[in-house]
C-alpha cells in the first residue's frame, strides 16, 4: 500500500463491491458530512443514504451512490458495509439515481413501517388501559 493511503472496502449484501488504495473519502452521516484522511482516528458511523465520494492517491475522484449502512475505520483500513450502492463517474445520473432508488422509500418498506407504527400504537393504547 501507498504511504499516505487507505484500504477501502464496500460491501454489498453477497458482494463486494470495492477494494482500492483511497487518499481522502466523504461520506455523509445522521450528524452531517465528514472526511476520513489516512492519519484519522479509528471511527465507525453509520451512513444515510446519499454520495460517498473517495479520492485515489493519484487525485482521481469517484463517486458511489450509498444507501444506509455502516462505516468502520480502523487503522489504515477502512470498511463500508452498505444495504444498496451504485457506481458511477456521471455525478448527475448517479444523484438521480440515489433519488430514486434509496431516497423514496418503496411501497414494501412503507407497507411494512406503517404496520409497525399501528402495532407499536396499539401496544400503548392497552398498556394505558392496563394502568387505568
Known amino acids: 500500500m501507498t504511504a499516505g493511503a487507505m484500504r477501502l472496502l464496500v460491501h454489498v449484501p453477497g458482494e463486494q463491491l470495492i477494494d482500492r488504495e ?3 473519502v466523504e461520506a455523509e ?7 476520513l484522511l489516512p492519519n484519522h482516528i479509528d471511527v465507525v458511523a453509520a451512513l444515510k443514504p446519499g454520495l460517498l465520494r473517495y479520492v485515489t492517491p ?6 458511489l451512490g450509498v ?5 468502520v475505520k480502523c487503522g489504515s483500513e477502512l470498511r ?6 451504485v457506481e458511477s463517474d456521471d455525478l448527475e445520473r448517479l444523484w ?6 434509496f431516497l423514496e422509500l418503496d411501497d414494501h418498506e412503507q407497507s411494512a413501517r ?5 402495532l407499536e400504537t396499539g401496544a400503548i393504547r392497552a398498556l394505558m388501559e392496563i394502568e387505568r
Open 80 to 85: 463500508v458495509a452498505l444495504r444498496r450502492a
Open 96 to 101: 438521480d439515481a440515489v433519488a430514486q432508488q
Open 67 to 71: 444507501d444506509e449502512g455502516v462505516l
Open 114 to 118: 406503517s404496520a409497525l407504527a399501528r
Open 29 to 35: 452521516g445522521p450528524e452531517g458530512f465528514f472526511i
Open 58 to 63: 493519484d487525485e482521481d475522484e469517484h463517486f
Open 22 to 24: 483511497v487518499s481522502k
